[in-house]
C-alpha cells in the first residue's frame, strides 16, 4: 500500500494505527514483532532500509549484506516464508534520494504482488502522486494499493476538538469550534495546537468552557513560539515598514485553491483587497509573488507552469496557516473580513 499526501496530514499518524489493529494468530510462538515501522533518511539505500527492517524484526541481518545489497526475489522468498506474516511500514520514504534504491523497492513490491506474498508493505511518504513517491514504474501502479490523505473536513477537526476537550472534562463556544477548525486549514497539527493553548487559557481564567477570546490568545501564542516563526521572518523581511510582504502572504493564504493546494495569481486578488481595504491589481503583488520563490527569502512558496500561467503553492503546507494566523496576531486582516472568514 501506498499512503502518501501533503506534510502534516497525518499520513504517520495513521500509520502507526495499522499496529494495533493487527492480531496474533496464536497458532504461533514466535515472540517478533508483527508489525515494524522505520524512518527512512536521505541517507538511505536498499541495503540500509532492509538492514533497519530485518534488526526491528528481530531477524538476523545476512552477512552478506556487509558487502552487497540485498536481491528483491531473495527479499520476496523470505518474506512469503514468515510465519505469522508480518506488516512492514517505511515512513519518510519521500527522503530517499538514491534512485537505484527507488527501482530496487519498485522490483521488490512486484515480486511480493506477482507471488501473492502475505507479508504486506506500507511505503508512506510526501507526494501529489504514486510517480512521486516511487518513481515511474507503471508495473508497480497495478500491485498496489494507493490511499491519498487529503486534509482534514471541518466536521473532522471538530471532532477532534470536542473530544479532546471531553477528555479533560471541559466544553468549548460552538463559534470558538468553528474558529479553530476554520484556521487550521485541514491540518491536525494546528488544530491540536490551538485547542490545547485555548484549553489552557481557559482554566487558568478558572472556566471550564473555551470562548473566542481564549483562542485568539492562542493563536497569538502559537505565532510567538512555534518553529515557523523563522521561516516566516525570513520570508517577509524589509527594510522599508510599508512593505507588502506580510499582507501578501496573508493572502496567498487565503487565496482559493484546488485540491493540491496550488493557487493562482487571481485568486490572491481578492483576499489581498479585502486586507488592504481597496481593489488590488495582480501587477501591484506580482513581485512579491515572485520573491517568495526565491532562496533569500526561504523559497516559502513554489512556482509551476509557464509564463502568465504560473500556478503557486505553498512548500510547507504548515507554513500556510501560520501566514494567517500571523496576519491576525498583528491585526492586518480588518475585523469584517475576519468576522466572514471565521465566523466570529
Known sequence: MLLYGERGVG?????????????????????????????????????????????????PVPPEWEHSRPDPDDLRWTLSDLSPSRLIVLDEFDRIEDDETLSLMADTIKALSDHHAVSKLVIVGVADSIDQLIGE????????????????????????????????????????????????????????????????????????EV???????????AVERHSLLRD??????????????????????????????YFTAAAVRDPMSRIMGRQYTIPAFAPHLNAFTELDRGSVLR????????????????????AIFSALAEGVIPEDYKRELFGE
Open 232 to 261: 516566516y521572518q525570513m520570508a517577509i523581511q524589509s527594510p522599508r515598514p510599508d512593505n507588502l510582504f506580510s499582507r501578501v502572504l496573508a493572502a496567498c493564504a487565503l487565496a482559493e485553491k484546488n485540491r493540491l493546494g
Open 137 to 208: 514504474h507503471e508495473s508497480v501502479q497495478r500491485a498496489v494499493e494507493e490511499v491519498h490523505m487529503p486534509r482534514m473536513s471541518q466536521p473532522e477537526l471538530e471532532e477532534i476538538i470536542e473530544e479532546g476537550l471531553a477528555t479533560a472534562e471541559m466544553t468549548i463556544a460552538p463559534k470558538a469550534k468553528m474558529q479553530i477548525a476554520r484556521l487550521a486549514e485541514g491540518l491536525p497539527h494546528y488544530t491540536h495546537l490551538l485547542t490545547l493553548h485555548a484549553g489552557q487559557h481557559a482554566v487558568l481564567d478558572d472556566r471550564s
Open 211 to 221: 470562548e473566542n477570546s481564549d483562542v485568539d490568545r492562542a493563536v497569538k501564542e
Open 11 to 59: 499520513k504517520t499518524s495513521l500509520a502507526n494505527l495499522l499496529v494495533p489493529l493487527l492480531r496474533f494468530d496464536g497458532e504461533s510462538d514466535s515472540t517478533a514483532p508483527i508489525s515494524v515501522r522505520i524512518n527512512c533518511t536521505t541517507q538511505d539505500n536498499f541495503r540500509s532500509i532492509w538492514t533497519k527492517v530485518f534488526r526491528e524484526m528481530r531477524m
Open 303 to 322: 512556482k509551476d507552469g509557464t509564463p502568465r500561467k504560473y500556478i503557486y503553492r505553498f512548500r510547507n503546507p504548515l507554513l500556510q496557516p501560520f
